[in-house]
């Protein structure tokens, strides 16, 4: 537990708890430099890596880096201890839209505007790749100033995230807000999906309760899938024209978010304001890594010593992050391969000596973190011989470089794939760089 009063990092001090999840806990805080207020999201690492997280939360760093929007809740910074993980956010002061609609449900002038903040948010989100795909009123928090602040991208998703056949094909979501196809499990457009969500969030505005609802979740199912809802008398015709084309069972002929944003009910009063886009928020490519490359690396490292960064410096520039950069020596044609680790050196030691025994080869500790793992047999190109450095940067975080230092570069490649990559694959955060190609 963060303790009120507690100053976390040197920087923020720790106020009253936010809310709670299984594995997060949401603080108030604030910079004691600045005097701004922040939200941080504490995160348990070692409840993460049980419950099987680390994708989810590496998911919410990236994505949330991507989309810098005036209607979206902004990460401004990532951190991490031995124990923990925080994410300091923007602090939403008015708290949860659904606490106001809760009350009573609201005039059509007020959930108009929220739901053009919605859309504006939700459109930007499509422009740089990401799909929210868990949009719902918990979700969607108000500043001090009332402005709407879509937050929670734990279940988002890419566009590289598509399969072949251009869907995405994960099934989440909250089921009073999902989208039929979603629940189909054939694929589905992650854009469609969301303006559905979007519409759900309309009619929960201007109703105070759920368009498909129902005890028992295979009724409430069928309702969706066969866009069974009613219409409340006192909804505007526009409003009822607008609902019928966003639940459309077909998301091929679902309205999509640029004919939504050109009806005239929409457009009513709608005046939205000019925001500058940061440097990192031009077009985003298909690949989130090339978002984060070696300009942004350099740039992020430019006012800080290699030994000051803490984990999630490097973590939160990218889910797949090559840092052969920051190594002199790797800057020759080496047979090698990386992986970052949030387990100890020790563990890592530990789990690269137990691979070493099944593949009967012998281990020597040299200093510095290496360790040198020698075969008997002869093969090729002579012995095999495999060398592995541990290059530590927090207590809870380190760089592993595994190469060939002699042999057979194919005998090398296929222990790797076979018997160690697997092996490794409880201690790893993420594999780094290319793989090792034969000669």
Not at 52 to 74: A, C, F, Y
Not at 115 to 138: M, N, P, T, W
Request: charged share 25%; glycine share 6%.
């Amino acid at each position: 537990m963060e303790k009120k009063g507690k100053v976390l990092m040197k920087k923020y001090e720790m106020g009253r708890l936010l809310g709670q999840g299984n594995f997060a806990k949401v603080y108030y805080a604030r910079n004691i430099v600045t005097g701004q207020s922040v939200a941080i999201k504490v995160i348990d690492k070692e409840k993460v890596l049980k419950i099987g997280m680390i994708d989810q939360t590496k998911r919410e760093i990236s994505t949330m880096s991507l989309v810098k929007h005036p209607n979206i809740l902004e990460l401004y910074e990532v951190m991490a201890s031995k124990t923990k993980i925080y994410l300091v956010m923007e602090y939403a002061k008015g708290g949860e839209l659904f606490k106001k609609v809760f009350k009573r449900r609201l005039r059509e002038g007020v959930a108009r505007k929220y739901f053009q903040q919605l859309i504006c948010a939700v459109d930007f989100c499509h422009s740089r790749g990401v799909y929210h795909r868990d949009l719902k009123l918990e979700n969607l928090l108000l500043d001090e100033h009332g402005a709407l602040k879509v937050s929670d991208f734990g279940l988002s998703a890419l566009a590289e995230s598509k399969h072949q056949d251009g869907l995405l094909h994960t099934s989440c979501g909250t089921p009073g807000y999902v989208a039929p196809e979603v629940i189909n499990r054939k694929g589905y457009d992650g854009a469609k999906a969301d303006v559905w969500s979007c519409g759900v969030v309309l009619y929960v505005l201007l109703a105070g309760c759920l368009p498909f609802n129902d005890s028992n979740l295979m009724a409430m199912y069928k309702k969706i899938s066969t866009a069974d809802y009613k219409v409340p008398h006192w909804f505007p015709p526009e409003v009822t024209k607008l609902l019928s084309r966003i639940f459309n069972p077909n998301p091929k002929e679902r309205i999509s978010i640029a004919r939504i944003m050109a009806t005239p009910w929409y457009r009513k009063g709608f005046n939205p304001k000019p925001f500058e886009r940061k440097p990192e928020t031009e077009p985003a490519p298909r690949n989130i890594n090339a978002v984060f490359g070696s300009e942004a690396i350099y740039n992020a490292f430019e006012a800080k010593n290699l030994t000051n960064l803490n984990a999630f410096d490097l973590i939160s520039l990218s889910s797949g992050l090559d840092l052969s950069g920051l190594f002199a020596e790797n800057n020759k044609k080496k047979k090698e391969i990386q992986f970052t680790s949030l387990h100890t050196a020790s563990a890592i030691t530990s789990k690269l000596e137990d691979i070493a025994k099944r593949l009967k080869l012998k281990v020597k500790r040299k200093d510095g973190g290496l360790l040198k793992m020698e075969g008997s047999n002869t093969g090729r190109k002579g012995a095999l011989a495999i060398d592995a450095e541990i290059f530590e940067f927090t207590p809870s975080f380190h760089l592993v470089e595994i190469r060939k230092s002699s042999g057979d570069t194919l005998e090398f490649r296929n222990k790797l794939q076979q018997d160690v990559k697997p092996a490794l694959k409880d201690i790893v955060w993420a594999w780094q760089g290319t793989q090792p190609q034969s000669s």
